[in-house]
């Protein structure tokens, strides 16, 4: 009798060791826990997936990952600069696990970069997309007090031109609402996944998220920011708006 194979949810965190905007920025310290460590328990706490993998060139990143309870996945040289994309670490993951012998069926990137974002937040897109047989759903904010629709090219002598011509001349509140790629919960049908080669294969949907949980941390700007988004959420919440964290800090101070 052959036995059906059993399909398996993965959550994946990409962290390469290289970053270059924010020195360590996967593994420094963010309210008393490394920042990867608020996805690998959102990931845990959704209670969704069967694995939980950080893939990574770093072996601090992978002692930390391993730490608060991921799997960890080394990923090649050609994916641990800074032009490998989350599609291309994605594929290399489901090829990795499927080599092994695991049958991936679906797989949801969770980047370190958005600590805000909660383990409610994963399940509510995994039901969208679940519940509406999506093969891509990638998260969206909105643009957060600038308009995309005045966007504009300085020119060396401080003149220039706006980008998108016409729209610069509405007031704010008649301008359509525009919304932006987040690194929050990108979901993909495996299948599809290694077809296409991209989160953005065809047909892709976009799920918002809110703005605050669904803050890229990428410039040393964002991380104040997300500092002082925790701060005032917390104190108008009185509760944390960090996901939980079952297990004691593995770091008490600056990695660097």
Request: hydrophobic share 40%; proline share 7%.
């Amino acid at each position: 009798m052959i036995l059906p194979e059993v399909t398996k949810r993965i959550a994946l965190i990409p962290a390469r060791g290289g970053s270059k905007r924010i020195l360590h920025k996967n593994i420094r310290p963010f309210f008393g826990h490394p920042l990867i460590a608020y996805a690998i328990s959102a990931a845990h706490n959704s209670q969704l997936f069967d694995h939980v993998v950080v893939s990574t060139d770093d072996a601090q990143i992978a002692q930390i990952a391993q730490w608060y309870g991921a799997e960890v996945l080394s990923r090649e040289a050609s994916l641990a600069n800074d032009t490998a994309t989350v599609s291309d670490v994605a594929v290399h993951v489901v090829l990795q696990l499927r080599a092994s012998g695991i049958n991936v069926t679906s797989i949801c990137s969770l980047m370190p970069i958005c600590p805000l974002r909660t383990s409610a937040d994963i399940r509510q897109h995994f039901e969208r997309f679940r519940s509406n047989q999506r093969l891509f759903q990638i998260s969206v904010v909105p643009y957060r007090g600038v308009y995309p629709h005045w966007a504009l090219n300085i020119l060396p002598d401080h003149t220039g031109h706006f980008i998108y011509g016409t729209d610069t001349k509405l007031p704010s509140q008649m301008l359509q609402e525009a919304m932006c790629p987040t690194g929050a919960i990108w979901l993909a049908q495996a299948d599809a996944l290694l077809e296409s080669r991209t989160f953005y294969g065809q047909p892709h949907h976009f799920e918002p998220i809110d703005a605050n949980r669904g803050l890229d941390i990428d410039e040393l700007s964002d991380w104040d920011l997300a500092e002082l988004l925790v701060y005032g959420l917390q104190q108008r919440d009185q509760a944390s708006p960090l996901e939980p964290i079952g297990k004691p800090p593995y770091v008490e101070s600056d990695s660097e």
